[in-house]
């Protein structure tokens, strides 16, 4: 049977699949998957999420989601009969500079944060929160559950679904339409949010597909992303407290927050001050001046 061409146009262009189709096939294969495993995982590990931040929470959740983008991701791109590195994820780029790179600049916006704060008289630093074997369970087990959301995020938003935008509307409408859900599904499905907890995790997308636009793959965006929410959760999270005013399982260091919100973030955490605003800008500025060349998307 022939397909018209009238028809045949709608869905396909001249390098295959329109871009706006490979994304409605991306999101709706990545959301039913993902409801399906996550609810096969919860019912065969009775496993019960906790009410506030936990890093078993991370690990379940955010596991559940890179395997559901991988298998989602991988699948598309086999169709298509492309590689990984069409939606920037080269496994030969593994664990290699660009994601140590991206760890360094993660943890050191997070402890400039905090030391901002520190110099503002706004938290204060009382030591360790866990000693002995119990530190080193936990470090450990905060460190999986970042690397578990850094790998999950970056793959559900700047993976596939923004490469397949790129092909349609071009890399900066895409990377600014993505970014924006992204912030908006923090600022809308969070507790007790701000103005500036939800611009600057819209920014902090950016940032992100601009390492991707520069590095040419998502390894730095990945590392990123890890160290930035290690750091802030699981290690300087706030007593008691914790992040949006949840209670924060388990975390590294004793730091109590009393300063105004525009210096601390308040109940929102780090992210949420008004002070990342210049050190994203100055992020932008170093990632411009160590990656010259544009080397994605390719081709």
Known sequence: ?????????????????????????????????DD?????????????????????DFVVFDGVGLI?????????????????????????????????????????????????????????????????PNFLKWLLLWIAAMLLVGFSEELQFRGYALASLIHGIGFWPASLLLSLVFGGLHYFGKPMETVA???????????????????GSLWFAIGFHAAFDFFALGLYGAPNTGNNGL????????VTYS???WLTGGPQGLEAS??????????????????????????
């Open 197 to 215: 907890d939800g611009l600057s995790v819209t920014l902090l997308g950016l940032f992100v597909c601009f390492t991707l636009r520069r590095t």
């Open 68 to 132: 559901a983008a991988l298998i989602v991701s991988l699948g598309l791109i086999r169709l298509e009969h492309k590689r990984m590195e069409w939606f920037g994820f080269p496994l030969r780029a593994a664990f290699r500079m660009d994601f140590w790179v991206g760890t360094l600049f993660g943890a050191g916006m997070v402890s400039s944060l905090l030391l901002v704060a520190l110099l503002g008289k706004g938290a204060t630093i009382h030591g360790l929160a866990l000693h002995g």
């Open 1 to 33: 049977m022939t397909i018209p061409n009238g028809i045949k146009n709608i869905f396909m262009g001249d390098a295959g699949p329109r871009a706006g189709w490979r994304f409605a096939a991306y999101l709706t294969s990545f959301l039913l998957l």
């Open 247 to 254: 209670p924060l399982d388990n975390h590294l260091m004793d």
């Open 274 to 299: 008004w002070v990342i605003f210049p050190l994203l800008a100055a992020m932008f500025a170093l990632v411009h001046r160590r990656y010259r060349e544009c080397r994605f998307p390719r081709g």
């Open 36 to 56: 399906v495993l996550t609810r096969i995982v919860l019912t065969l590990t009775h496993y019960q999420p906790s009410n506030g931040f936990s890093a078993g």
């Open 259 to 261: 300063g105004p919100s």
